[in-house]
Every structure is written in structure tokens, then in C-alpha cells.
């Protein structure tokens, strides 16, 4: 029997072109090691059926391992009694690895068992898999796509693993047939000499999600999995560079035990230069990410919400002191250290084109170690994304830099049959890295990834040109309608070209909308009275419970607070309120502390507007937000097609918290978001005009500069 390379096939499944290599052993003598003393006779094949019956998926991602990954697929060729494939997943290499791959097929021949009539081989095939350089998690997980084993295990290139690694964990989950994943144990060797793990390294079995929160304590080299694992979990997550293991782990501990084999079938390999740790020495600002995700996906129970809420809180801290003993922080980033790090995106994507704006490379300036690529189109990017178990939240990991095409400034759509203030929108961003959990763009945005446009000076030239065309009306801009127009601007920096740009305009005045308080940014800059700050608002209880990532109500009053010393003009947006019993009591609160807070002439306009929302938005909460009451209200199709309360509890609502403001400053605009003419009338009379209460709006910001 000769060995054989197949030619280069285009993948069914996939764009990545891969080859498959006919394996053998690497001594080059007839049988593979793993078939020998195994298939000495039919009767001893039919004694293995159950374990030759299931096919066992080896994924080995690579990164220029060349000189390591002969070892890593050499141990699991010495596996036997197992039917497996391997899967080495090349991510980008350049140091000839797959000249070592190649190897595997010129030194030995292709073996099949006698017994052709059986059709059994243990026999692995040896498939090749090559991408971009995209990460660890982008390799694993093009690896379990092409796949076809019912189990899966992982070893990364520069481990290896001792013989019965495979067999000893399929028998395991014979005798486990609920388990869904195990590991083993692991002998550690470092810088070439062998070392003990410390206590916080020890592996634990069972449930185990409270010890898996301080670090990784689940080796990818040590697990095997069925591959219903993945279908209950989802994918590694591409957004992490690092720690996409521990990711992995948390959302798999949570959600069911980890069985562990007290002996160890692994050797750990450490000290090298290329290490993920190295790479990225602060690995605990990728934990925060994992930590902050799994608080918020809705699965945890409330005593584990407490101890993830502990762990991210303490290894804030860390990160944060850190920084300043480095002495990375100065005066002014100080300020704005917690909401950079949160908001730091996992990689940036360039639109080609998009590289040649100064503003694409202040911003790369900011986030110098966040990985980039520039792309030709954003619609493979888009489509992988989409393929995950949750693409709205894994679309926020990323940020794409493009350029607008002349669709930045627009009116605000104004459905038939409701009023409008004739508000104008700027869209600098499409896509909101918080997390409500009733926020409309989950249903109304294509594009998952948060989009920054980068030509802002194309954009601000043509809207300034719009404005002096148009000297006699009056224009109120947004900048938070496709996003919150602060969250992202630790990253962005747009407040500093914003504020100065209507600072010199005489008929137009922009408005901030956020539920953040990245406000830092805002500091030292002349508003001019023209530049309001607003916030949405809402009750304790729904901040906590619906408005994730967000900042608290107490944090949003005191950065308003801020704000007026600063010079700036604030609004208020009690939008949406939410139905439930006793909210009116606990808005009425939240009014009391407003109008407590900021001076009552601070204050441009305060709005009110009722929870609403497509149809197709009610499935996507329900997915993405399971532990939500909202979407288990009575609802009623409005006039917009979108699910609304019944009219008469939303008059009922506005009546009472839009008199309380009138009652007590008369002097502040109250308008209402979204609702009918008649509903208008009947919560502030008859002889209410909404073209006067616009004419109001605008009389609110512009007098004040006069």
C-alpha cells in the first residue's frame, strides 16, 4: 500500500480552500501506531464495535508552531483504539508549517484493516485547513465547523497528549451518558523543566462555574466534548483575542458540570515567547469582557449574578491600579479608563478607503493594541457574524470605520397619523454598544457590527453648507437615534468635533441623547449654548433590570449635574416608560430627583413616550433577554404598526407625569414622543398646537443665546 496526498478541493461548506492528507505513522512501517494490537484478528475489531463505531473529531489550531506541531500530531497518532480525524487548522501561518504537515504524508503509507468487508478503519484522516490570521477562537471554531466526529477535542500545537488520552475520555462518557464535556489532568512543563501547578491552576469536576470566575481552570487541550456541547453554548467567540477559553468555560459551567478524570493525559507546554499571555500581558481586561457578557446573557442565576458581580468588580480594580502603577494614565484619560476599557472593540475593520482619513488614525491611536485589518466588503464579515448563536451581541465586539456615502443627516421619520417636532438626525455612528434589552435597532439594523464613519469632515462641511442655505429656520440635530451618542466617545472623540461645529452655527442646535456618563470628553469645551446634553430616563428598577451596560440612574443625574457647570443645557427623556405596579409612584421619584438635581432654567425640554416596538422585536427579546417581562404585557398595534399599551393607561401615564413637571417648573417644554394628535389633546387639552410646542422647542434653546 502507497500513501497518497488528494488534490486540493474547494470545501462544500466553506470558502477556505483545504487539503486532505492521507495519514499514517510517522516510522513508516505498515499499520499506524494506533492499529496495532488492535486489529490482530476480526473477532478483537468486533470487541472495540462501540468505541470504533464513534468518530472523534482532533482540532489543532496553529499560529506558527512549525517547530512544535510535529510533536502535537505525533502524540495524537499514537492514540489507540479510537476512529478519529484530525483537523489541523492553520491560522496564517508563515514559518512552513505546511511543509510539516506535508511530512506526515511522505513518511509513511496509507493502512486500512484486512477485513475489507467490515469497511472499518482506524485509519485518521489528516485534514488541512488554512485562513487568514483571525485568532485562536476563528481557527477552533472553522475547525468544529468542518468537522464530522460526534465528539470533539482540542489540542493546541505546542501541548501533547499521552497515550489513551481519547480512549480513556470515551469511556468516560459511555459511562456518562448525560455528560456533555470532561477533561483531564495535565503535567505542566516550563521553560524545558517540569513544574506544579498552583492552587488557583487546580482542576475541580462537576459544578464547577463559582471556581471557573478567577481564571481559566479548563485546559482546551484537556476537554472532549459531544458535539451537542456547542449546539447548547454556541461557538468560541471571534471577538476575544484572548481568553476565549475562559469565555467558553463560563458559558458552559453555567449551564451544566464539567466532568473531570483524575489522571493526567496531557502535557502543558509553557515559558515560550509566542504565548497568548505575552502577546497580551493584561489578560484580565478579556476576562472582564467575558464576565460582563455572561452577567448579562440572562442564564446566570441570582446568587451566581452576585459572584460574577463581586469577581468583575475586583478585577476592575486590578486592572485599573495597574494602569496607574505603569503610569499609563494621565490626568485627562483617567477619567474615561473605565469606559475606554469597556468599550475597547475586540478588532477593527477598515473599509478600503477608509484608511486615508485622519480621523481613522486618531482613533487607531487611541486603541493602538487592538487588531485591525483593512476589507474590500463588509458583507463576509456581516454573514459570519450572523452565524453565530448570538450575532446582535457578538456584532458590538467589533467596530468597522467606513465612509458615508451622503446619508448621515436626515429627518427624523415621522410615521403617518403621529406628531412630530421636526427633529433632524446625524448619524456619525449606526449601532449601540449598550445593552437594552427593548432597544429597536436589535430589529431594525442589517449590520451587526457598532459603524463609525470616518470622512466627519466631509460630513460636517456639507451639513454646514445645508444650514447657511437655510438661514431663516430653525434646525434641533440628534446624534442619538442609531446610537448613544456618548457610550462610544472615550473611543471616537466625536463631542470635540461636534461641539465646536455648532458652537459656530446661528440656527441650529445639536442634542447629545445618552444613558451613559461619558461626559469627560465634553470638559473645556465652549458650548456656546447651542450643544444639549440629554439623557434617557427611567425608574431604578427597570435601569437594572433592562437597560444593561448603561449607566446608573444616580450616575446619569450626577453627570448632568456636571454638565451644567460646564456650561451645558440638559434635557430629559422619560422615554420609554415602562408598565408595571407602582411604576407611576417610582417615576414621580425619579422626576422629584431630576428637578432636585438641575436647575430648572439648565433644563432645554423634558419629553415623554411610552414603551413601543416592532412586532419581530418581541422574538428577539424574548431570545436574547429570556429573564424580560416586557415582552409578556398586554400589547395593542398602533398606528405605526408597532406594539404599544392601551391608549387610555398611556393618557392615564402622561397626564400624571408631564403635570407634575408643569406643576412645579412651568418654564420647562414637555412634549410627547411618538403619540397621536388625540392623544396629545387629551393629556395637555384641546388647544394644545404640537407646531406650538415646537416653535417652543426651539424658542427653549435659542433664547437662552440671545
Keep these: 500500500m502507497n500513501s497518497r496526498i488528494l488534490p486540493i478541493k474547494q470545501a462544500s461548506c466553506s470558502r477556505t480552500p483545504y487539503i486532505f492528507v492521507g495519514c499514517t505513522s510517522r516510522d513508516g512501517s505498515g499499520y499506524p501506531e494506533q492499529a496495532r494490537g488492535i486489529l490482530r484478528c476480526e473477532q478483537d475489531a468486533y470487541k472495540y464495535d462501540k468505541l470504533l463505531g464513534v468518530k472523534i473529531s482532533v482540532i489543532i489550531p496553529t499560529f506558527n508552531r512549525a517547530?512544535?506541531?510535529?510533536?502535537?500530531v505525533d502524540s495524537v497518532l499514537r492514540q489507540k483504539g479510537v476512529l478519529f480525524e484530525i483537523l489541523i487548522v492553520d491560522d496564517g501561518s508563515t514559518d512552513g508549517t505546511r511543509e510539516v504537515i506535508d511530512s506526515f504524508v511522505r513518511t509513511g503509507p496509507r493502512v486500512r484493516p484486512r477485513d475489507t468487508h467490515r469497511a472499518v478503519s482506524l485509519q485518521p484522516e489528516?485534514?488541512?485547513l488554512y485562513q487568514p490570521n483571525r485568532g485562536p477562537a476563528a481557527a477552533r471554531n472553522l475547525g468544529i465547523r468542518e468537522s464530522r466526529g460526534e465528539f470533539i477535542a482540542f489540542l493546541d500545537s505546542d501541548d501533547e497528549w499521552l497515550p489513551g488520552k481519547l480512549a480513556v475520555q470515551l469511556r468516560y462518557f459511555q459511562e456518562n451518558p448525560d455528560s456533555l464535556i470532561c477533561q483531564t489532568e495535565e503535567i505542566w512543563i516550563r521553560n524545558g523543566r517540569r513544574v506544579n501547578p498552583m492552587k488557583k491552576h487546580k482542576k475541580y469536576g462537576g459544578w464547577i462555574f463559582e471556581k471557573c470566575l478567577p481564571l481559566c481552570i479548563v485546559s482546551p487541550s484537556a476537554v472532549m466534548m459531544r458535539r451537542e456541547f456547542f449546539e447548547r453554548v454556541g461557538l468560541f467567540d471571534e471577538t476575544l483575542p484572548a481568553c476565549e477559553d475562559y469565555d467558553l468555560w463560563l458559558r458552559s459551567s453555567a449551564r451544566f458540570p464539567i466532568g473531570l478524570i483524575e489522571k493526567p493525559y496531557v502535557v502543558k507546554y509553557g515559558g515560550?515567547?509566542?504565548?497568548?499571555?505575552?502577546e497580551f500581558p493584561v489578560m484580565d481586561r478579556f476576562r472582564i469582557q467575558a464576565l460582563r457578557k455572561i452577567l448579562e446573557s440572562g442564564v446566570l442565576t441570582p446568587p451566581q449574578r452576585d459572584t460574577v458581580s463581586?469577581?468583575?468588580?475586583?478585577?476592575?480594580?486590578i486592572v485599573s491600579q495597574g494602569a496607574r502603577k505603569r503610569g499609563k494614565l494621565v490626568k485627562h484619560e483617567a477619567g474615561v479608563l473605565q469606559a475606554r476599557f469597556s468599550r475597547r472593540p475586540a478588532r477593527i475593520y477598515i473599509e478600503k478607503g477608509a484608511e486615508k482619513y485622519p480621523f481613522t488614525a486618531s482613533l487607531i491611536k487611541r486603541v493602538p493594541d487592538v487588531p485591525r485589518e483593512i476589507i474590500e466588503d463588509k458583507r463576509e464579515i456581516i454573514a459570519r457574524i450572523r452565524r453565530q448563536e448570538n450575532p446582535v451581541g457578538a456584532g458590538k465586539r467589533f467596530l468597522l470605520l467606513a465612509v458615508d456615502r451622503g446619508r448621515a443627516f436626515k429627518p427624523f421619520p415621522n410615521p403617518e397619523g403621529l406628531v412630530s417636532c421636526h427633529f433632524h438626525s446625524l448619524h456619525l455612528v449606526e449601532g449601540c454598544d449598550l445593552e437594552c434589552s427593548y432597544c429597536i435597532l436589535q430589529a431594525y439594523l442589517t449590520n451587526p457590527l457598532l459603524t463609525v464613519y470616518v470622512n466627519v469632515e466631509e460630513i460636517l462641511e456639507e451639513l454646514g453648507n445645508f444650514l447657511r442655505s437655510r438661514p431663516n429656520q430653525v434646525f434641533r440635530i440628534g446624534t442619538g437615534q442609531l446610537a448613544d451618542s456618548l457610550s462610544l466617545d472615550p473611543l471616537t472623540a466625536h463631542t470635540e468635533w461636534l461641539v465646536p461645529f455648532f458652537a459656530r452655527q446661528t440656527n441650529a442646535v445639536l442634542e447629545l441623547k445618552t444613558k451613559s456618563k461619558n461626559i469627560h470628553r465634553l470638559e473645556g469645551l465652549d458650548p456656546?449654548?447651542?450643544?444639549?446634553?440629554?439623557?434617557?430616563?427611567?425608574?431604578?428598577?427597570?435601569?437594572?433590570?433592562?437597560?444593561?451596560k448603561c449607566a446608573s440612574i444616580g450616575e446619569r443625574l450626577e453627570a448632568a449635574r456636571q454638565c451644567v457647570q460646564w456650561g451645558y443645557r440638559t434635557g430629559f427623556h422619560f422615554d420609554p416608560l415602562v408598565d408595571y405596579e407602582g411604576c407611576l409612584e417610582e417615576y414621580e421619584e425619579v422626576i422629584d430627583q431630576v428637578l432636585a438635581t438641575v436647575p430648572h432654567e439648565k433644563i432645554a425640554w423634558v419629553s415623554f413616550g411610552s414603551l413601543r416596538f416592532m412586532p419581530e422585536l418581541k422574538r428577539m427579546m424574548e431570545k436574547r433577554f429570556p429573564k424580560s417581562p416586557l415582552p409578556q404585557a398586554e400589547w395593542v398595534r398602533g398606528l405605526d404598526g408597532k406594539m404599544r399599551y392601551f391608549k387610555g393607561r398611556r393618557i392615564e401615564s402622561?397626564?400624571?407625569?408631564a403635570g407634575q413637571v408643569r406643576e412645579a417648573a412651568p418654564e420647562i417644554p414637555v412634549y410627547?414622543?411618538?403619540?397621536?394628535?388625540?392623544?396629545?389633546?387629551?393629556?395637555?387639552g384641546d388647544s394644545t398646537d404640537p407646531q406650538r410646542v415646537t416653535d417652543q422647542l426651539n424658542q427653549a434653546v435659542f433664547a437662552s443665546s440671545s
Design 67 to 72: 517547530s512544535t506541531l510535529s510533536r502535537a
Design 126 to 128: 489528516i485534514k488541512y
Design 272 to 278: 515560550h515567547a509566542d504565548q497568548r499571555s505575552k
Design 310 to 317: 463581586q469577581e468583575l468588580k475586583r478585577k476592575c480594580e
Design 528 to 548: 456656546a449654548d447651542r450643544t444639549v446634553v440629554s439623557w434617557s430616563m427611567n425608574t431604578a428598577r427597570i435601569q437594572r433590570a433592562e437597560e444593561h
Design 654 to 657: 402622561y397626564r400624571r407625569l
Design 672 to 684: 410627547l414622543c411618538m403619540e397621536t394628535e388625540e392623544v396629545w389633546k387629551k393629556v395637555f
